[in-house]
C-alpha cells in the first residue's frame, strides 16, 4: 500500500500562482510515475501531469507552458508549481502515484481544492 499526503491548495486570483505537494509513503520501493489529475465541477477528472521514474514528462496541453511538475531527490515527494491560473483551473487536484510491473498498481490521494477567482 501508498500512503499519499497532499498540501498546498487555496484560493488564489487569476493570474496568481499556487504550488502544490505530496508526500508518498509505505510501499514506494518501485514507483513507475508520479502525477497530478484533476476533476472540476461537471466534469471528468483529467491528467494535468506525470513525470515517470526515468524522468520523462507529460503535460495537458491546456497547462503547458504554466504548469511545472517536479519530484526531490528521494523521488517520493511531487510537487506541482502552477503560474498563471485561470478560472478555469479551478478543481479538486488529485495526487497520483504508480507503482509495479508498468504502473499497474494506482494510489490516489484524497485531494486538496484550488479555487481561481477574483
Known amino acids: 500500500q501508498v500512503q499519499l499526503v497532499e498540501s498546498g491548495g487555496g484560493l488564489v486570483q487569476p493570474g496568481g500562482s499556487l504550488r502544490l505537494s505530496c508526500a508518498a509513503s509505505?510501499?514506494?520501493?518501485?514507483?513507475?510515475?508520479m502525477g497530478w489529475h484533476r476533476q472540476g465541477p461537471g466534469k471528468q477528472r483529467e491528467l494535468v501531469a506525470v513525470i515517470f521514474s526515468g524522468g520523462r514528462i507529460v503535460y495537458a496541453d491546456s497547462v503547458k507552458g504554466r504548469f511545472a511538475i517536479s519530484r526531490d531527490n528521494t523521488k517520493t515527494s511531487v510537487y506541482l508549481q502552477m503560474d498563471s491560473l485561470k478560472p478555469e483551473d479551478t478543481a479538486l487536484y488529485y495526487c497520483?502515484?504508480?507503482?509495479?510491473?508498468?504502473?499497474?498498481?494506482?494510489?490516489w490521494g484524497q485531494g486538496t481544492q484550488v479555487t481561481v477567482s477574483s
Open positions: 509505505g510501499s514506494i520501493e518501485n514507483i513507475y510515475a
Open positions: 497520483n502515484v504508480r507503482t509495479g510491473p508498468l504502473g499497474m498498481y494506482y494510489y
